[in-house]
């Protein structure tokens, strides 16, 4: 359904989802195993202008021992010897805290490197979440944001959230909302949020939730002490879920201008909101994060994947009834009003990436007309009342020593936080130095590559024709199988040249096997890999398409393109496969590459269990 990919979060495509957490970026992989040494969370730092998650102080010192605060004032008392940080002319804040993200694999690393220290997570895999929770608890999770997470969110069957081929359980009435949240709590989420979206204000529909069954998911997570947060399209569905007693908004609307009735709804009902005005702002049709790409504070430590993604927007729909400047008069209007507002960016939605973009939100609070100080707070203070982190948030005797330091006052010009001189977690340094070397080596073999010759053989473009009855290739390492069988799926493939090609020729490649139900993304195909071993990149960036003959039953198959840069996460389009031969061409742009590290090419079905056979013919590159 074309509208779920105008909807915030569609960043996890099935693939991505297992291919990201099989090959993490070496340097990510490298910062986990090392362990800051405990000494190094004790040390004091001087002179620092303080923001301390409600207000500035003027220069002072802040001593940390053992990963705590443990005084801020001119001189307190440490031990002989200990680390001292002249931080004259700098600002010390509260490490960050980002109310919306969707956090899986390297995803809490990359946010702890760009200062934010915690992330609320908004639809999550619980067995991920449970992963970090034990390393948090045991103290290893030193070199990564600590994470808060709703788990798998509740919604209905074809709703949204179901749209990204993980199948996740889905509310079937009002009676079973109890048993539904208490599901979801026994997977440890720490609090419930619920998708109330019809897609109308992206110019679609889909099924949602009925105000009954809103009413009684919000009920059956308060019986339990959890805080209900509703994920909204609308400022229809804002009134809805505030009037039906939800805690607050997983995202402000923007389709229509914000009306004072919603207004007072909120102060009486005590809601508030986390705006993602980074996703709207995606949402809306402009990239949000592209500025980020191109700041010389931030860019150094942005890695290709995730400056691809920053550069991304969603396409509106023609009907749709999203415009930004809505959604920047409604938190102006809710702000001005007393709501609280917390800063989220629904990372790793298009146009965002973990961490980075908490930078982008500070910045569009102050569009939006509050102040710096009152950004800064909805990212540190307003977020861990909220959501009741009363060890976090604040610079203050007691807390966690999770810091932020930057250069300038982030008072007077909000994008200061982006000139980070260091952040702590629990007092241990983060390892900024080594993710600024491993993004400058990417650059520097991506520049190397694009001037590495095409390989051997792809001249002509030709990659097979199956004439001679062979899966031989033109170039590179050839066709083979790959199956989820590399994540413990049980999904097969068989490779087998066939009579009866396309445009009358001798010979196909078929492509046939089962879809098992036994991974929660399956995938079964015809894998060719251009370099001269299976994942090896080569440049192709001298062809612009990819051209072949398909032909099979009617499942749903997708070709997917694999390019180092992408981190193995590969773009994919769908394919519409029938009975009789069909030309298909797609430009490398769809993909997201111009082809200068290619890898992979995968033609695979997918979805639900069962037999497939389909095959191709005639592949070429243009
Ligand atoms: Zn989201």
């Known amino acids: 359904m074309r509208v779920v990919s105008s909807m915030p979060f569609r960043g996890l495509t099935a693939v991505a989802l297992i291919t990201a957490s099989i090959a993490l970026p070496a340097h990510f992989l490298h910062a986990q195993t090392a362990r800051p040494a405990a000494e190094s969370r004790t040390f004091v730092v001087r002179h620092a202008r303080v923001f301390d998650g409600e207000k500035f102080l003027p220069a ?5 021992e053992n990963g705590m605060i443990m005084a801020i004032g001119n ?121 109330y ?22 009920t059956g997570a308060h019986n339990r002490k959890k805080m209900a947060v509703v994920h909204i399209g609308s400022q229809d569905g804002a009134r809805d879920a505030i009037a039906a007693g939800g805690d607050g908004l997983a995202h402000i609307f923007e389709d229509e201008p914000p009306a ?9 009902q005590h809601g508030f909101v986390i705006a993602t005005l980074t996703v709207n702002e995606s949402v809306s049709g402009k990239a949000s994060g592209e500025s980020l790409v191109t700041d010389p504070r931030l860019s150094p430590y942005i890695d290709e994947q995730a400056a691809a993604n920053l550069r991304k927007a969603f396409s509106p729909r023609p009907k749709s009834k999203t415009n930004f400047s809505h959604a920047l008069a409604a938190v ?3 702000h001005a009003a007393g709501v609280p507002i917390l800063a989220g960016t629904d990372a790793p939605n ?11 939100e500070l910045e569009l609070l102050v569009h939006a007309g509050l102040t710096p100080t009152e950004a800064l707070r909805s990212a540190t203070s307003v977020a861990a009342r909220t959501f009741g982190l009363n060890d976090r948030g604040r610079i203050a005797p007691g807390l966690r020593a999770d810091l932020l330091l930057v250069k300038g006052d982030p008072a007077l010009d909000i994008t200061a936080t982006r000139e980070i001189v260091a952040v702590w977690k629990t007092g241990a340094e983060a390892d900024r130095s080594s993710v600024r070397a491993a993004v400058e080596k990417e650059k520097q073999e991506t520049a190397s590559a694009k001037t590495l010759p095409a390989p051997r053989g792809s001249e002509s473009g030709l990659i097979s024709d199956f004439e001679d009855g ?107 496969v029938t009975a009789e031969w069909k030309e ?31 095959a191709i013919d005639n592949v070429r590159l243009e």
Not at 260 to 268: E, M, S
Not at 530 to 549: D, R, T
Not at 594 to 610: E, Q
Request: negative net charge.
């Open 332 to 334: 102006r209007a809710l």
């Open 60 to 64: 002072t010192d802040v001593s940390v």
């Open 260 to 268: 004072p009735d919603l207004v007072a709804l909120f102060k009486q």
């Open 350 to 360: 298009p146009g965002t990436a973990h961490g980075v973009s908490i930078h982008r």
């Open 197 to 218: 979206d019809d897609g109308s204000a992206y110019g679609g529909s889909i099924p949602t939730l009925t105000k009954d069954e809103l009413a009684a998911v919000i």
């Open 584 to 614: 298909i061409t797609i430009p490398f742009s769809a993909f997201d590459t111009d082809g200068h590290d290619i890898n992979g090419v995968l033609f695979a079905a997918g979805g639900s269990p069962g037999a497939f056979q389909f």
């Open 470 to 576: 062979t899966t031989t290739t033109k170039f590179g390492a050839g066709w083979s199988v790959s199956t989820d069988a590399m994540a413990n799926g049980k999904s097969t493939a068989e490779l087998k040249c066939v009579a009866g090609g396309a445009e009358g020729s001798k010979g196909a490649l078929q492509i046939s096997g089962t879809i098992s139900d036994a991974f929660a993304v399956p995938w079964a195909g015809a894998l060719f890999s251009p370099g001269s071993a299976p994942m090896v990149p080569v440049n192709l960036s001298s062809k612009k398409a990819i051209h072949f003959w398909i032909r099979g039953d009617g499942r749903p198959y997708r070709l997917m393109i694999f390019t180092k840069s992408g981190g193995y996460n590969p773009a994919s389009q769908n394919l519409t």
């Open 75 to 195: 001189n307190p008392k440490v031990a002989a010897g200990t680390k001292e940080i002249d931080a004259t002319g700098d600002t010390l804040l509260p490490g960050l805290i980002d109310s919306h993200t969707h956090t899986w694999a390297n995803a809490l690393q990359q946010a702890l490197i760009f200062g934010v220290t915690t992330e609320l997570a908004m639809f999550s895999d619980p067995k991920f979440d449970a992963q970090v929770r034990k390393r948090e608890a045991a103290g290893q999770n030193l070199d990564a944001a600590d994470l808060r997470s709703s788990g798998t969110l509740v919604t209905v069957a074809k709703g949204h959230g179901t749209e990204y081929g993980i199948p996740i359980p889905v509310l079937a009435s009002a009676a079973d909302a109890q048993s539904f949240v208490d599901a979801r709590i026994a997977e440890g989420s720490d609090y419930i949020k619920i998708i």
